[in-house]
């Protein structure tokens, strides 16, 4: 298994700018979820998803959006960037949200918007 | 999901035990402690979990107080491979949620 996997690992964005950063994972985990994390701090939730087709927002969603049309895939777009969003982001699935199950990171991507 | 307190920063020597502490004073009945560490920039790995009883796995072991209130992450023989940013978390068990805090800075020298 390679786990959980994420694209780009570096990013650099100009200002206003859109892109997505990728995510995947080969385990079949139905829950998904996007972190962020900015110097010195731990991370905190952007989005998450429960299952193919289901999305909700976590602590910091704005100027984020999710999908999640398959099990695997749980791509992340910025819609307009902006350099608050200047942070390294983690992607991480586990088995299940219906119980107390580890949750996998992925290596992370690192964006700098300028 | 309840908050937790962690010292900053510590220090252990190579070889020696290194006891993390965390205390939860507001968990409630249905919420798991569980620890993460972050080594350098990667994703954070997942350590151990536990709800009411101590708990031992290969990479450690967690103690958790009669009371709940407080816990101990207990890494038996620490090499510099640990030296990382160690997170205590709580949550409940049917939510996969996880709220970070700083965590512990454990610096493991020679």
Known sequence: NAGVTQTPKFQVLKTGQSMTLQCAQDMNHEYMSWYRQDPGMGLRLIHYSVGAGITDQGEVPNGYNVSRSTTEDFPLRLLSAAPSQTSVYFCASSYSSRGPYEQYFGPGTRLTVT | ?110
Not at chain 2, 42 to 57: A, C, D, M, S, W
Not at chain 2, 85 to 94: E, G, K
């Open chain 2, 1 to 110: 999901d309840a908050k937790t307190t962690q010292p900053t920063s510590m220090d252990c020597a190579e070889g020696r035990a290194a006891n993390l502490p965390c205390n939860h004073s507001t968990i409630s009945g249905n919420e798991y402690v569980y620890w993460y560490r972050q080594i350098h920039s990667q994703g954070p790995q997942y350590i151990i979990h536990g709800l009411k009883n101590n708990e031992t796995n290969e990479m450690a072991s967690l103690i958790i107080t009669e009371d709940r209130k407080s816990s101990t992450l207990i890494l038996p023989h620490a090499t510099l491979r640990d030296t990382a940013v160690y997170y205590c978390i709580v949550r409940f068990y049917n939510t996969d949620k996880l709220i970070f805090g700083t965590g512990t800075r454990l610096q493991v020298f020679p």
